[in-house]
């Protein structure tokens, strides 16, 4: 029998059982409506406002600045199109983000730039890291926002976010950072590092999928982007998801309580990964080998399909991704691979592989053993490879 093992935590990860554990009460017991009056409604009231200290307490903001949404998607569109439409009042119509931001950031500025709204998609180079100078030269009168991700989904790269906050509060510029894949996993204080907005993500860190959160810094006014009840201080209608933020709030108080432990082991098993994988010939490691999140690695084989890799890993009980979950389905490379020069033939043999809290050094181990002969057996039938050995096609080795 073959083992099962899910390398696919930055698509989504299992749900902790300690986090459900929290929630259960929420859809048993005590199911009141917290805007409810009574007792039972009021029961909820405070378990929510307890979350809502907590997730804050994890992200060195005040209770108040937190809003529940229904899941990362939602907190980047209402950060970004609550912001943009904010500014165009103060006759600011300039965004910048950068090219290989998640879909939910990328699309949202592309509906943006349709109502007429300029965007600049900063280049992050080879290395996958915007470069804090190019940004600050991309500032101009007209500039209102820049949204730039704390860590990449795809090949799990930091950028610099506190240089990045400090350059936006020089010039007056709001900033906003999709954290949705850094939550939990890298240290986070919206204070220190001057962001203005931060959006995460419940499915990502071991809590149930549909529920998310924006941190807006107080004094910032955006516009609403659900309009209804008085839920959320007025800024975002709809009855509270109670038993999900518990458990949202619950993760995240477990894994920063747990980080450096946790950073210490998926290190340990990334840098196993990466040193055994990289001896396979024409083998990439995708983004910077340092700034990276802890348990994201992302490889590109030459001559590989990373479909076809996809679906022999899955034949032996692995679980992983391409790249992203959301760009599966169509046929072009993943724009994040594109974004850092690789060429289409190179981005298409992409494997992204991705550790939570309930992987192991057996799960590496495994990995290490069934991978390769994959990778050869697939090369074995690849006519781009033939070419690539004949040297008809003549592609960077380490590319
Ligand atoms: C998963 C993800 C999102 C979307 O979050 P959902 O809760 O699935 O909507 C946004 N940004 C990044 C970087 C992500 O990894």
New binding site residues.
């Given amino acids: 029998m073959s083992r099962k093992v899910y390398a696919d935590n930055?698509a989504t990860t299992a749900v902790a059982p300690q986090v459900l554990e929290a929630m259960l009460p929420f859809y048993k017991e005590v199911y009141g409506n917290p805007s409810s009056l009574y007792s039972l409604g009021q029961e909820a009231k405070k378990p929510l406002e307890e979350a809502r200290e907590a997730v804050a307490r994890c992200l060195g903001a005040q209770p108040r600045e937190i809003y529940f949404t229904s899941?990362?998607?939602e907190s980047?569109n209402w950060a970004i199109k609550g912001a943009a439409h904010a500014m165009k009042k103060k006759g600011k119509t300039h965004i910048i983000t950068s090219a290989f931001e998640?879909h939910?950031v990328l699309h949202t500025c592309q509906a943006l730039e349709k109502e007429g709204f300029t965007v600049t998609y900063l280049p992050v180079h080879e290395n996958g890291i915007v470069r804090p100078q190019e940004l600050e030269a991309a500032i101009t009168e007209e500039t209102g926002l820049v949204t730039i991700?704390y860590a990449n989904?795809e090949i799990g790269t930091l950028q610099p976010i506190p240089e990045i906050g400090a350059i936006c509060k020089k010039h007056g510029v709001l900033f906003h950072t999709?954290a949705?894949?850094a939550v939990g996993n890298v240290p986070i204080d919206v204070k220190e590092q001057n962001i203005d907005m931060l959006s995460l993500?419940g499915?990502?860190l071991h809590a149930p999928k549909g529920v998310?959160a924006l941190y807006i810094r107080s004094g910032v006014s955006i516009q609403n982007y659900m309009d209804g009840g008085a839920q959320e201080r007025g800024k975002r209608g709809g009855t509270e998801n109670v038993a999900s933020i518990v458990g949202l709030a619950a993760a995240m108080e477990r894994a920063c309580a747990t980080m450096e432990e946790r950073r210490v082991k998926l290190t340990a098993m990334r840098d196993k990964l990466i040193d055994g994988l990289l001896k396979i010939p024409r083998c990439r490691l995708n983004g910077d080998w340092e700034r990276r999140l802890p348990g994201n690695v992302s490889f590109c084989f030459q001559g590989v399909e990373g479909e076809s890799l996809l679906l022999m890993l899955d034949l032996k009980g692995i679980s992983a991704s391409s790249g992203s979950a959301c760009t599966s389905g169509s046929l072009d490379p993943s724009h994040v691979l594109l974004a850092l020069g690789l060429p289409h033939e190179v981005a298409h043999g992409s494997l992204r592989l991705s550790f939570g809290d309930y992987n192991s050094m057996e799960d590496i181990d495994y990995i290490l053993e069934v991978l390769p002969p994959i990778i050869e057996r697939l090369r074995s039938m690849s006519p781009l490879w033939d070419a690539i050995q004949q040297g008809k096609v003549n592609y960077d080795p380490y590319m």
Wanted: glycine content about 12%.
């Fill in positions: 930055a899941c990362g998607t980047d998640h939910a991700m989904n999709d949705v894949q993500s499915h990502k998310g």
